[in-house]
Each structure stands twice: as structure tokens, then as C-alpha cells.
């Protein structure tokens, strides 16, 4: 699980950064579509890294539909 909590940090990090970037850059439509798709990237770059691990899926499951909502 602190793995999990570590990758976790690690997406909101990014995403942050990412939307900060492209705020300051361009517009906010295009901020929104850009930090739907980092945090899809990301979700399924974790999805990836856990698929061997069925207790840590379940979580993983969720914060991909959760992401999904946001595109």
C-alpha cells in the first residue's frame, strides 16, 4: 500500500505541474483536456505496475473511473 501512496503522490505532482503549465500557456479548455489525459496516462501506468498484485486492484479500478469522468 505505501507504494500505492507514493505513485499516488507522484500523479498529483504532476498533474499540478502539467496544469499549471498549460494554464499559463494556453487556455483553460485546453488545461482540462490536458490534465484528463496525464492523469489517464498515469492511472494506467499504475494499473500497469500493479496488475500482479489483485489486492491493490480494487483501488486502482476506482481512480480509473474516477479519472474517466474527467474527459
Not at 33 to 46: F, L, N, Y
Amino acid at each position: 500500500m505505501k507504494e500505492l501512496s507514493l505513485v499516488a503522490t507522484d500523479i498529483e505532482k504532476a498533474v499540478f505541474k502539467r496544469t499549471l503549465k498549460v494554464i499559463y500557456s494556453a487556455k483553460l479548455s485546453t488545461a482540462v483536456t490536458v490534465v484528463a489525459t496525464t492523469v489517464k496516462e498515469a492511472v494506467t501506468e499504475m494499473l500497469a505496475l500493479l496488475s500482479g498484485s489483485a489486492m491493490l486492484l480494487p483501488g486502482s479500478t476506482m481512480l480509473l473511473s474516477g479519472s474517466a469522468m474527467l474527459s
